[in-house]
C-alpha cells in the first residue's frame, strides 16, 4: 500500500515546527527567542502540532480490529517494534547525560523507569521532550479497550469512561493535563478520522481561513484570560483543519510533496534524536550543552539531523523487515 502523501504533509509540517522552530529556539541567545505575541502564538502552534501528531497516531490506527486476545498482542507487537527500540535508546543516552556533562533530562530514576513502560503521564513532572513518546505508548496501551467494539456508541461509551476515570484517579493522584489535552484527538482519530477530511475536503482555501479567524479569537483569548485546558482544547481543531487545507494544497507540487515526504519519513527519529544533534552542536560552539549557538548553525544542524535521521528510520525499516520475514 502507497503512502497518504497528506498524512505525510501534515506530520512534516508538525515536525518541522516542533524540532526545527520551537524546540530550536530554546538554544538560541535570548534576542532570538520567542518573546510577548510571539510566545503565545509559538504555544498556539505547539498545541496544534502536538494535536495534529496525535491525531494522525489514532487516523493510522483506525484500520484495526481487535476480535480475539491475538489480535491484542499482534497490535501491541507491531506498533512497540515500530519505534520503541530507537524510543529506548533515545531515553537511555538521555538519561546517562547527566554522568557525562552533568545535566540531564529525567529528574530522577523513577521517571526514566516509568517513561520506558509508557507511564510517564503519571508522574509529576513529566520528563521534557521524550513525555510525548510516553503518552502515545499508553494511548497504544488502551486502544484495544477502546476499539474491541465496532459499535460507535459502545466506542464513545468506553472513551468517557476512560476520561472520567483519569480525571478521578486525578483528583487523588497525578495525571498531566497534556494527556487530557490530547486523549480526546487520540479518540478522533480512532473513531471518527474520516469526518476529519471529509468536512475539509472542498473549498480548502475557506476552511483555511476560517480557522485562521478562529485562531486569531483564541489568540486574544489566551491574551485575555491565560492558557488554560479549555482554550487548549478550542485551539486543536481548527488548527487540524488548517494543516489539512494546507496538505490539500501542497500535495498539488510534486516538489513540495517529495521534500514534505523525506520530512515525514525521518520524522520520529528525528523526534527522538534531536537533544542530542543540537546538544552536540551547543558543545562544539558554545562550549555550554545548553548554548546560545547562531540560527546558521541551528539550520545546519537541523539539515544534518534530518538527512541522518532518514537514512537511520529506512535502516531500522530494513533491519525490522529482515527479522519479521525470517520469523515468517
Known amino acids: 500500500m502507497g503512502r497518504n502523501k497528506e498524512i505525510d504533509i501534515i506530520r512534516a509540517l508538525c515536525a518541522i515546527y516542533i524540532i526545527a522552530i520551537f524546540h530550536l529556539n530554546g538554544y538560541y541567545a535570548e534576542v532570538y527567542q520567542f518573546a510577548g505575541n510571539g510566545e503565545v502564538i509559538s504555544k498556539m502552534l505547539t498545541i496544534i502540532s502536538l494535536g495534529g501528531f496525535t491525531f494522525i497516531s489514532g487516523f493510522c490506527l483506525s484500520k484495526y480490529g481487535f476480535y480475539s486476545i491475538s489480535d491484542v498482542w499482534e497490535f501491541y507487537k507491531k506498533r512497540l517494534s515500530r519505534f520503541y527500540v530507537l524510543y529506548f535508546l533515545a531515553a537511555l543516552t538521555l538519561y546517562l547525560t547527566k554522568y557525562v556533562i552533568g545535566k540531564g533530562w529525567f529528574y530522577n530514576d523513577t521517571q526514566f523507569l ?91 482555501l475557506i476552511w483555511a481561513g476560517l480557522s485562521i479567524i478562529l485562531l486569531g479569537a483564541l489568540f486574544v483569548a489566551i491574551k485575555t484570560c491565560g492558557l488554560q485546558l479549555p482554550l487548549e482544547w478550542m485551539i486543536i481543531p481548527p488548527g487540524l483543519f488548517l494543516l489539512i487545507s494546507l496538505a490539500r494544497l501542497l500535495v498539488l507540487s510534486k516538489y513540495i510533496t517529495s521534500f514534505l515526504t523525506f520530512v515525514s519519513i525521518a520524522s520520529m527519529v528525528a523526534y527522538l534524536f534531536h537533544r542530542h544533534v543540537f546538544g552536540v552542536a551547543c558543545m562544539v560552539f558554545s562550549g555550554n550543552s545548553s548554548g546560545p549557538i547562531s540560527p546558521i548553525v541551528g539550520l545546519f544542524a537541523t539539515i544534518f539531523l534530518f538527512v541522518a535521521s532518514y537514512y537511520i528510520q529506512l535502516l531500522y525499516d530494513q533491519i525490522l523487515n529482515f527479522f519479521t520475514q525470517k520469523k515468517v
Open 114 to 204: 516509568l517513561s520506558l513502560v509508557g507511564l510517564s503521564s503519571f508522574y509529576d513532572p513529566i520528563p521534557h521532550t521524550l513525555w510525548y513518546f510516553g503518552m502515545i505508548m499508553f494511548f497504544y496501551l488502551i486502544t484495544p479497550l477502546l476499539c474491541f467494539s465496532e459499535n460507535k456508541i459502545v466506542r464513545f461509551g468506553v472513551f468517557l469512561s476512560l476520561m472520567g476515570g483519569l480525571f478521578l484517579y486525578d483528583l487523588y493522584f497525578y495525571v498531566d493535563s497534556t494527556l487530557f489535552l490530547y486523549f480526546p484527538f487520540y479518540f478522533l482519530g480512532l473513531f471518527k478520522p474520516e469526518f476529519v477530511f471529509k468536512i475539509s475536503k472542498k473549498w480548502s
